[in-house]
């Protein structure tokens, strides 16, 4: 049970399996989005925007159990060798990500919800997802669809961010910010 | 389906003998052309949660033969441009001509040929016959319910249901259902 659990210097697998699982979904949902947009065939098309629908549902139900987790989890500090600039702002940089894997699928749910097209959502043909209590337009579909765009650059910057700092972390100071997230038992306290 | 509107008004021609009294099943006899100033062609597609997809198709021909003397004879032609489907919503109507649904750009015309006609009631007749879309043929059958018969113009009502996922159309499902609903009105002027 310990290992499930995050403990005073290390993630527990709870915490490392949805950090990795939110991970690939959140990236692959960028690069759906880019791809899905641009699909010559309207029927791929069609398809790839009910999997991206989906996948930002599942997106949106892994994030609120990850928040959940880690308000009922502290996270292990950062180790001692971290700047003053970083310990503040790292801490930020990664609130600035929760709140984004919030937000996208809310705006991408809103999107659907304002759309004329009136297109239903059925996560992975599982069960009708209702729309959101709003009033559909073309004025609120776009700007939900402005909204769901702008908020996915920020989201991108924030994760080329999270992996550079995660990065200069294993490679340049050598400590155990990365490893720490790959498997709790890993050395390099 | 829509061709077997066309099936229907022979029939219904032929039906309308006892209805119409004043009408001689001689009188209906004839070939009718569908005139689409006075006919409609509407079509609904079921979704989950509720409500449905719409729409019409605005270009169509289609001919109407009623045998005078052995109704199963008669012979209904129809044939439907998808290019002009309507529902209302531009990017849906985009959509639906693309290769995603009709393909109109390769396959203009979806077609009906009547293979028999078989009288249900005095006003009612069941048509069957061959529905051609984007290439592929199946047997689809239409009822048809005699609206009016008047000199030289014979009108139907005309329903029906067609799974399009035989015509390579399933996109969508099961968000939107296989199932397509036509409900048609047919008016036919002797030609």
């Known amino acids: ?189 | 389906m829509f061709a077997r509107i066309l099936g229907f008004a022979a029939v219904a021609a032929c039906i309308a003998t006892p209805v119409f009294a004043a009408v001689a099943l001689g009188d209906a006899a004839g070939s009718y052309a569908i005139s689409p100033a006075s006919s409609s062609i509407h079509f609904s597609i079921g979704k989950v949660g509720g409500g449905g997809l719409n729409g019409t198709f605005a270009h169509f021909k289609g001919s109407i033969r009623i045998d005078n003397s052995d109704v199963a004879r008669s012979q209904v032609n129809f044939t439907i441009f998808p290019e002009s489907v309507g529902t209302g919503q531009g990017r849906i109507d985009a959509f639906l001509r693309s290769d995603a649904v009709f393909d109109a750009a390769n396959s203009p015309e979806i077609q009906f040929r009547s293979t028999s006609v078989t009288r249900t009631s005095d006003t009612t007749a069941l048509v069957t016959g061959r529905l051609t879309a984007r290439g592929k043929t199946f047997p689809e059958k239409f009822t048809a319910e005699l609206g009016g018969l008047k000199a030289g113009t014979i009108k139907f009502h005309v329903t029906g249901k067609v799974l399009r996922s035989r015509y390579g159309m399933d996109v969508g499902t099961p968000l939107y259902s296989n199932i397509v609903d036509f409900d048609m009105t047919l008016t036919g002027r002797r030609g």
Do not use: C
């Not at chain 1, 210097?9 to 960028?30: D, E, M, V």
């Open chain 1, 1 to 189: 049970m310990q290992s499930i659990t995050n403990t005073t210097t290390r993630y527990g697998w709870a915490t490392i399996i949805l950090h990795w699982l939110i991970g690939i979904i959140f990236i692959g949902q960028f690069a759906l989005g880019f791809i899905m947009v641009r699909t010559e065939s309207q029927r791929a098309a069609f398809e790839l925007i009910q999997l991206h629908k989906s996948l930002g549902f599942l997106l949106l139900g892994l994030i609120i159990l990850r928040v959940a987790w880690r308000l009922g989890n502290s996270a292990p500090p950062l180790p001692a060798s971290v700047g003053a600039l970083e310990r503040r702002t790292a801490p930020l940089a990664h609130l600035a990500l929760y709140a984004l894997q919030i937000a996208l699928p809310l705006s991408g749910w809103a999107l659907v919800s304002v759309s004329t097209l009136e297109i239903p959502t059925m996560p992975f043909d599982l069960f009708v997802m209702p729309n959101l209590p709003l009033v559909e337009s073309d004025a609120a579909e776009s700007f939900w669809a402005a909204a769901h765009w702008y908020l996915a650059y920020a989201g991108i910057a924030l994760v080329v961010l999270h992996v550079a700092a995660a990065l200069r972390h294993h490679f340049r100071l050598r400590d155990n910010v990365l490893t720490r997230m790959i498997t709790p038992s890993s050395s390099g306290e």
